[in-house]
């Protein structure tokens, strides 16, 4: 997922942060759409001509339907759906990670790194010391809990705050 995901950053990323995950999406060729009756967070599709399309629920929060781009995004990059098939997308509103599919935490993995970049995480952490999560959740503009769950899996050892 690493290399899938920064490889998708080097392709369509404009090096901006907040990363741009509509942008990438388009750039993608995914269609990008909302409905107001969508049952889930978001649902994933790729038509018979290998055209992806994702439609986003409108009632979802602004940070859950980012998420759920990027996540999807994940599987398209990840080639977890044919032609002819669709996925949805679950997200919940604390944003666990736990779901015991083995695509689903490709995904989410792939989203985490969409979304908070190694080069500009490791920057704020080492060089700038930002040491607050909720600092860098802002920065990035996810929640802090998926902040948290990149953190965890980040190889980089967090250095000790300066007093």
Not at 40 to 59: E, K, V
Not at 62 to 77: F, I, K, S
């Amino acid at each position: 997922m690493v290399m899938f995901a920064e490889g998708v950053l080097k392709l369509h990323w404009d090096q901006s942060v907040p990363v741009d995950v509509a942008h990438i999406a388009q750039r993608m060729g995914m269609a990008v759409r909302h409905s107001s009756s969508l049952a889930t967070c978001a649902q994933l599709q790729i038509n018979a001509q290998n055209q992806p399309s994702l439609t986003l629920c409108q009632h979802h929060a602004p940070a859950l339907q980012r998420y759920a781009t990027a996540q999807a995004l994940g599987h398209l990059a990840l080639h977890h759906l044919r032609p002819g098939l669709e996925r949805s997308i679950v997200v919940t509103e604390d944003f666990a990670l736990d779901d015991p599919s083995r695509t689903e935490r490709e995904a989410q993995q792939f989203a985490l790194r969409l979304l908070i970049p190694e080069p500009v995480l490791r920057y704020c952490v080492q060089d700038m010391a930002m040491l607050d999560i909720l600092e860098l959740a802002h920065l990035f503009d996810v929640p802090a809990a998926l902040m948290g769950w990149r953190l965890m899996d980040w190889p980089m050892p967090m250095p000790k705050p300066r007093h």
